[in-house]
């Protein structure tokens, strides 16, 4: 349904009926594009929620003996490691695995900082208006004129890098998306009759908010949140590779492409395998992501 249809006092558009969104399922699961990257998706999540069950190899357990053993199929590889080990024989497959939960954690977890943020202060911007909604559209102009990348580079370098931090500063440089969108649906949806009749019957600025305006802007959060999701995945393999990401206790696709990026030469294998992790992991959720953008958009339907 197109976001503004009217509909009944105190009834939302959004719970509004059911057809629209079994076509855009139907839609959806009838994309082999979105398919596809959903099967891939769920797969990188299964193996990460189960990698103590699944990883071969303690992912920190060092063998000097073992160090660049080659994958499976080339010469000199065992089956013991089938994607080789690194410079101080730790298991590849084993550290991708146990690397994917770090990533699917920190891509999930920042996007839940900004979408709380940035929806929150949509809200507010677009309902009220004024003086707030122009100092805080103005706070959106500044973040983003500052290159993402290399505000959470700062912060990260400031904080220290852990786990926790890397979160944090991701997820506080991602909001403004969430605002501009909200703000504009908001802007569009106060005008409505259901709306309009809300606040005829005295219904709080807090109540329309949650009640009439926050589920008309589902579909576009949903669609903003799985593509932030890769974003932040990508910055997190970034910030490990230049070393200042989550810190040395847990392995990660990012560090472990920076560990292997000396050895090219001698052992592919090292930065070859975590970029691949990270290329199939991102172009799940960017199929994903796209897909579901056009079926959840009423002018493509």
Known sequence: MAIGTLARPGVTTAALPDTDRSRAWRKLIG?????AGTVILLFVIAVAVAAPYVAPHDPARQSLIRRFTPPLWVQGGLPAYPLG????????LSRIIYGARISLLVGVAAVAVSLVVGVTLGLVSGLLRGRVDAVIMTAVDVTL???QLLLALAFVAALGPSLLTIIVVLGLTGWERYTRVVRAEVLALRETDFVEAARAIGASPA????KHLLPNTFSSIIVISTLQVAQAILQEAALSFLGVGSGTAHPTWGQMIALGRDFVSV???????PGLAILLTVLAINLVGDRLRDALDPRVR
């Not at 109540?207 to 949650?210: S, Y």
């Open 31 to 35: 994309n082999p594009a979105a398919v």
């Open 207 to 210: 109540r329309m908010a949650l």
């Open 145 to 147: 004129s500052f290159p």
């Open 85 to 92: 080990t690194d410079q101080v024989g730790r298991d590849i």
């Open 267 to 273: 052992a592919w294998w090292l930065a070859t395998f």
